[in-house]
């Protein structure tokens, strides 16, 4: 594919189409110096000047022998790589993405490549910290950029120009990437680490009997360490990894004693990498077999694969659906193709990352924002050099240079986490995967244990092949799910502040079980907002339209919109006086009033405030794992798939508030979160339970929950989606049009409805203020547009709304008004 792109040597003039990183609507065009005839071709890099000075990487999208129309063609200023780093399977989905999500390829390209592969003037640097590069190994150059880089501590590719006297230094910016002495500053991000765990052994010499009975005896002077001893043989007869609080919980014995023994050289330790999370809860080795019903469900996606080229796996947590996607990965690399493993949160994924690498060894690639920026374009050239089998990654991972694809794994493709909200392209990367897969002739499988309406109804209508798991792995049970009135708990004298008296006495119970328990809160913070008792006035953000929230642990009231904050308020602006209250109670709250009323408790919690820092997150769960916390408290951070194997009950506080959130897709939602945090009760032998508090406890989504009931949700939220004209049955399209100025953004929005009802009617519908009608100083009003499926061409659409567009920017009065399309929002 790649050499049909290459034109032969000569001394005929070529010109050269090329994507820029740039919001702007074309490709731009740029002649090609003779001597360089033989070195473009299609998805090469060229450098390019764009602008008085501004120097960029672009993409070649097109070369030809045709002069622009309008414009003189500037010379491409060098070609940076050897062969494509793009093949015209890319550059498709590309131009379907701009299409699709009506939005520009530069904005495509942004998105899609490593930051290495698409430098500007203004693109920062700064050395990597790596002892072990010579650098006396360099080129006078490059010892030049290193030592200034070692005075300035970061510059831009215009500073390194002006430093050499050069505009063509991307060539030894490249190479000094490559080798490893350059990083991109932006992508200086803190990096997840897997969990790493400490684990014990007795030390080889004492493995057999004799040695044992040795070891016992010259203990019999320190009965606490022989007790210890005693308790790690017991321990190994029914588990492989046993750490420090296990064998002190079962000896009944100090940290202090383990210590001693460790120093004497007795005990051992070994670190592992384990699992924060369990994607499912079971043990996948190097060898398994499926049961019964594996076996049948992966029969059954065979048999669709020859009819549909998209399968539903509908299967409850911990049905075993991991070890069907190894056994599809095995069959599509024993057929010569390549695998796309996709995971909504991959930095929370390193269970199933060990579980592949179990398999599939170093062909096996990872791709996320855990790796800098010279990592990722590693795993871009080895995908595109055919390196890797297999490829697990986030939504971004879509956009790799994959040869011969055979299979698309989208897991839990219901989560929102696939879709790319801000900025454009504001894509579903299930949706692309789905594209993407059709380009290449492979086939996709989405799993999850709470589809979405929209998958699930595809399947149902026959457009995808639909296969389901309805029990779980092995003697694994659902939970027991209890529902608590609140209402009629107070009523009762039976709450006590945000807790009903079921839900404390299931936490006091489980403690003195020596249990853990997790509580959800799906609001961060100490109290959501403040209010004055008098007049009514609420503390608001300055610069969004929505109310401060009080976070006792920095004693100020923030935005979680812009990231203002301010002390607390003791006055009243509006009336003057004191009387200001706390409204309503987050996560901090939660926490401070469970430690008054359960003072014994060791209490954490896991919300974005908490698991602030390099490796806050890491730190918190690996502490709540080691029973350092008896409970914790969380937001749906806590929700993401987590496993622990002493936690028996979950609470969750507050339903109502996902309940009743103002989006059509909210029952949906709150039906897969609350499915998902009850997950997270139990083990593998023993039945967990679910408490959740609610004023509405005869809410019909709850009682789906109670009763595990997916197609019931699923049968009334088509119902209601079709009479609403909400999807699968329409598609929808949100404009936001954003400016400073609120008449301004009221009379653009206002002119910008209009011309899209010229020739969309009564489709068009707003503007209208979104919840939130200002972030960031910036005014919003929304046009929603709902087309309806099969009877009109959304491509007709997407033209008609571009054109409106087109003639709303030519207008001089809208000039300054920014608009924001999205496509499908989720």
Same mark, same amino acid.
């Given at each position: 594919?790649?050499?049909?792109?290459?034109?032969?040597?000569?001394?005929?003039?070529?010109?050269?189409?090329?994507?820029?990183?740039?919001?702007?609507?074309?490709?731009?065009?740029?002649?090609?110096?003779?001597?360089?005839?033989?070195?473009?071709?299609?998805?090469?890099?060229?450098?390019?000047?764009?602008?008085?000075?501004?120097?960029?990487?672009?993409?070649?999208?097109?070369?030809?022998?045709?002069?622009?129309?309008?414009?003189?063609?500037?010379?491409?200023?060098?070609?940076?790589?050897?062969?494509?780093?793009?093949?015209?399977?890319?550059?498709?989905?590309?131009?379907?993405?701009?299409?699709?999500?009506?939005?520009?390829?530069?904005?495509?390209?942004?998105?899609?490549?490593?930051?290495?592969?698409?430098?500007?003037?203004?693109?920062?640097?700064?050395?990597?910290?790596?002892?072990?590069?010579?650098?006396?190994?360099?080129?006078?150059?490059?010892?030049?950029?290193?030592?200034?880089?070692?005075?300035?501590?970061?510059?831009?590719?215009?500073?390194?120009?002006?430093?050499?006297?050069?505009?063509?230094?991307?060539?030894?910016?490249?190479?000094?990437?490559?080798?490893?002495?350059?990083?991109?500053?932006?992508?200086?991000?803190?990096?997840?680490?897997?969990?790493?765990?400490?684990?014990?052994?007795?030390?080889?010499?004492?493995?057999?009997?004799?040695?044992?009975?040795?070891?016992?005896?010259?203990?019999?002077?320190?009965?606490?360490?022989?007790?210890?001893?005693?308790?790690?043989?017991?321990?190994?007869?029914?588990?492989?990894?046993?750490?420090?609080?296990?064998?002190?919980?079962?000896?009944?014995?100090?940290?202090?004693?383990?210590?001693?023994?460790?120093?004497?050289?007795?005990?051992?330790?070994?670190?592992?990498?384990?699992?924060?999370?369990?994607?499912?809860?079971?043990?996948?080795?190097?060898?398994?077999?499926?049961?019964?019903?594996?076996?049948?469900?992966?029969?059954?996606?065979?048999?669709?694969?020859?009819?549909?080229?998209?399968?539903?796996?509908?299967?409850?947590?911990?049905?075993?659906?991991?070890?069907?996607?190894?056994?599809?990965?095995?069959?599509?690399?024993?057929?010569?193709?390549?695998?796309?493993?996709?995971?909504?949160?991959?930095?929370?994924?390193?269970?199933?990352?060990?579980?592949?690498?179990?398999?599939?060894?170093?062909?096996?690639?990872?791709?996320?924002?855990?790796?800098?920026?010279?990592?990722?374009?590693?795993?871009?050239?080895?995908?595109?050099?055919?390196?890797?089998?297999?490829?697990?990654?986030?939504?971004?991972?879509?956009?790799?240079?994959?040869?011969?694809?055979?299979?698309?794994?989208?897991?839990?493709?219901?989560?929102?986490?696939?879709?790319?909200?801000?900025?454009?392209?504001?894509?579903?990367?299930?949706?692309?995967?789905?594209?993407?897969?059709?380009?290449?002739?492979?086939?996709?499988?989405?799993?999850?244990?709470?589809?979405?309406?929209?998958?699930?109804?595809?399947?149902?209508?026959?457009?995808?092949?639909?296969?389901?798991?309805?029990?779980?792995?092995?003697?694994?049970?659902?939970?027991?799910?209890?529902?608590?009135?609140?209402?009629?708990?107070?009523?009762?004298?039976?709450?006590?502040?945000?807790?009903?008296?079921?839900?404390?006495?299931?936490?006091?119970?489980?403690?003195?079980?020596?249990?853990?328990?997790?509580?959800?809160?799906?609001?961060?913070?100490?109290?959501?907002?403040?209010?004055?008792?008098?007049?009514?006035?609420?503390?608001?953000?300055?610069?969004?339209?929505?109310?401060?929230?009080?976070?006792?642990?920095?004693?100020?009231?923030?935005?979680?919109?812009?990231?203002?904050?301010?002390?607390?308020?003791?006055?009243?602006?509006?009336?003057?006086?004191?009387?200001?209250?706390?409204?309503? !109670?987050? *996560? %901090?709250?939660? &926490?401070?009033?469970?430690?008054?009323?359960? +003072?014994?408790? #060791? =209490?954490?919690? /896991? $919300?974005?405030?908490?698991?602030?820092?390099?490796?806050?997150?890491?730190?918190?769960?690996?502490?709540?794992?080691?029973?350092?916390?008896?409970?914790?408290?969380?937001?749906?951070?806590?929700?993401?798939?987590?496993?622990?194997?002493?936690?028996?009950?979950?609470?969750?506080?507050?339903?109502?508030?996902?309940?009743?959130?103002?989006?059509?897709?909210?029952?949906?939602?709150?039906?897969?979160?609350?499915?998902?945090?009850?997950?997270?009760?139990?083990?593998?032998?023993?039945?967990?339970?679910?408490?959740?508090?609610?004023?509405?406890?005869?809410?019909?989504?709850?009682?789906?929950?109670?009763?595990?009931?997916?197609?019931?949700? !699923?049968? *009334? %939220?088509?119902? &209601?989606?079709?009479?609403?004209?909400?999807? +699968?049955?329409? #598609? =929808?399209?949100? /404009? $936001?049009?954003?400016?400073?100025?609120?008449?301004?953004?009221?009379?653009?929005?206002?002119?910008?409805?209009?011309?899209?009802?010229?020739?969309?009617?009564?489709?068009?519908?707003?503007?209208?203020?979104?919840?939130?009608?200002?972030?960031?100083?910036?005014?919003?009003?929304?046009?929603?547009?709902?087309?309806?499926?099969?009877?009109?061409?959304?491509?007709?659409?997407?033209?008609?709304?571009?054109?409106?567009?087109?003639?709303?920017?030519?207008?001089?009065?809208?000039?300054?008004?920014?608009?924001?399309?999205?496509?499908?929002?989720?």
């Amino acid at each position: 594919m790649v050499a049909s792109s290459l034109f032969s040597a000569g001394q005929e003039t070529y010109f050269v189409e090329v994507i820029l990183p740039l919001y702007i609507a074309k490709t731009y065009t740029y002649r090609v110096p003779v001597e360089w005839n033989d070195h473009v071709a299609v998805g090469k890099r060229v450098i390019v000047q764009f602008g008085r000075n501004k120097i960029y990487a672009a993409v070649v999208h097109k070369v030809s022998h045709e002069a622009p129309l309008g414009y003189e063609a500037k010379y491409i200023l060098n070609v940076i790589d050897d062969q494509p780093i793009l093949d015209p399977t890319q550059l498709t989905l590309w131009e379907w993405m701009a299409d699709y999500y009506l939005c520009y390829l530069g904005e495509i390209m942004q998105a899609a490549l490593p930051a290495a592969m698409k430098m500007a003037s203004e693109t920062k640097i700064v050395a990597a910290e790596n002892e072990d590069l010579d650098r006396s190994l360099l080129t006078d150059k490059g010892y030049m950029i290193m030592e200034a880089l070692d005075v300035a501590g970061e510059l831009t590719i215009n500073d390194v120009v002006k430093l050499l006297g050069q505009k063509t230094v991307f060539p030894l910016l490249k190479t000094l990437f490559d080798e490893g002495y350059l990083l991109i500053s932006e992508e200086i991000k803190d990096r997840y680490k897997p969990k790493v765990k400490t684990f014990l052994s007795l030390d080889s010499q004492f493995s057999d009997a004799e040695g044992k009975r040795i070891l016992l005896d010259s203990l019999n002077k320190a009965p606490k360490q022989q007790d210890a001893v005693l308790a790690l043989l017991q321990l190994q007869k029914t588990k492989e990894d046993i750490t420090r609080q296990d064998i002190m919980e079962a000896a009944g014995i100090s940290a202090g004693v383990v210590a001693s023994l460790i120093e004497k050289g007795v005990f051992v330790l070994q670190e592992k990498i384990v699992s924060r999370l369990g994607g499912e809860d079971l043990e996948i080795t190097a060898d398994f077999t499926l049961n019964e019903r594996q076996e049948a469900a992966l029969a059954s996606i065979e048999a669709d694969f020859q009819a549909k080229d998209v399968v539903l796996l509908h299967g409850v947590t911990a049905s075993g659906k991991t070890q069907l996607y190894i056994r599809l990965i095995e069959s599509a690399i024993a057929s010569g193709k390549k695998v796309l493993y996709l995971l909504p949160e991959i930095a929370l994924t390193a269970q199933i990352t060990e579980r592949l690498r179990l398999h599939f060894g170093d062909k096996l690639g990872v791709y996320h924002s855990k790796f800098n920026d010279n990592e990722r374009a590693e795993v871009w050239r080895k995908v595109l050099n055919g390196e890797y089998e297999v490829v697990i990654g986030a939504r971004s991972s879509v956009f790799l240079p994959f040869q011969e694809l055979g299979l698309i794994i989208v897991d839990e493709e219901h989560e929102s986490s696939y879709k790319q909200y801000e900025p454009a392209p504001r894509y579903h990367a299930r949706d692309t995967a789905i594209y993407l897969a059709g380009i290449h002739k492979a086939k996709v499988l989405l799993g999850s244990a709470t589809p979405s309406i929209e998958s699930y109804y595809n399947a149902k209508a026959g457009k995808y092949g639909l296969v389901e798991m309805k029990e779980r792995y092995g003697a694994s049970q659902l939970p027991i799910i209890e529902l608590v009135d609140v209402a009629e708990a107070g009523r009762k004298g039976q709450m006590f502040n945000y807790f009903s008296g079921t839900l404390l006495q299931g936490i006091t119970d489980a403690l003195g079980r020596k249990e853990q328990v997790i509580l959800f809160q799906n609001r961060r913070g100490h109290t959501p907002f403040v209010q004055c008792n008098t007049c009514g006035w609420v503390a608001k953000c300055v610069n969004c339209d929505v109310s401060l929230t009080y976070h006792k642990s920095t004693n100020h009231l923030h935005c979680h919109y812009c990231g203002h904050h301010e002390p607390p308020i003791q006055i009243c602006p509006g009336c003057g006086m004191a009387h200001i209250e706390s409204k309503g !109670f987050g *996560t %901090e709250r939660i &926490e401070e009033e469970l430690e008054l009323l359960l +003072p014994e408790a #060791r =209490i954490g919690r /896991l $919300d974005m405030d908490s698991a602030k820092g390099k490796h806050g997150f890491d730190k918190i769960i690996t502490s709540f794992d080691d029973h350092e916390f008896d409970i914790l408290i969380g937001t749906q951070m806590v929700a993401k798939g987590l496993d622990f194997g002493r936690v028996s009950l979950i609470g969750i506080i507050s339903a109502d508030a996902m309940i009743n959130f103002p989006d059509f897709r909210a029952y949906e939602r709150a039906f897969s979160l609350f499915s998902q945090v009850a997950g997270r009760a139990g083990r593998r032998d023993q039945q967990g339970k679910v408490i959740i508090q609610t004023h509405t406890p005869n809410h019909r989504v709850l009682e789906q929950v109670l009763h595990n009931d997916y197609e019931g949700m !699923f049968m *009334t %939220e088509v119902k &209601e989606r079709k009479n609403y004209q909400y999807p +699968p049955f329409y #598609r =929808i399209i949100k /404009l $936001d049009v954003k400016h400073t100025d609120l008449q301004l953004t009221h009379d653009a929005a206002v002119r910008l409805a209009s011309l899209l009802r010229g020739s969309l009617g009564a489709r068009v519908l707003g503007p209208e203020p979104p919840l939130i009608s200002r972030v960031r100083n910036y005014f919003i009003q929304t046009i929603t547009l709902k087309i309806e499926r099969g009877q009109v061409s959304i491509v007709k659409v997407k033209e008609l709304i571009r054109q409106a567009i087109t003639h709303f920017e030519i207008d001089k009065q809208n000039r300054s008004v920014r608009i924001s399309i999205d496509v499908d929002p989720y």
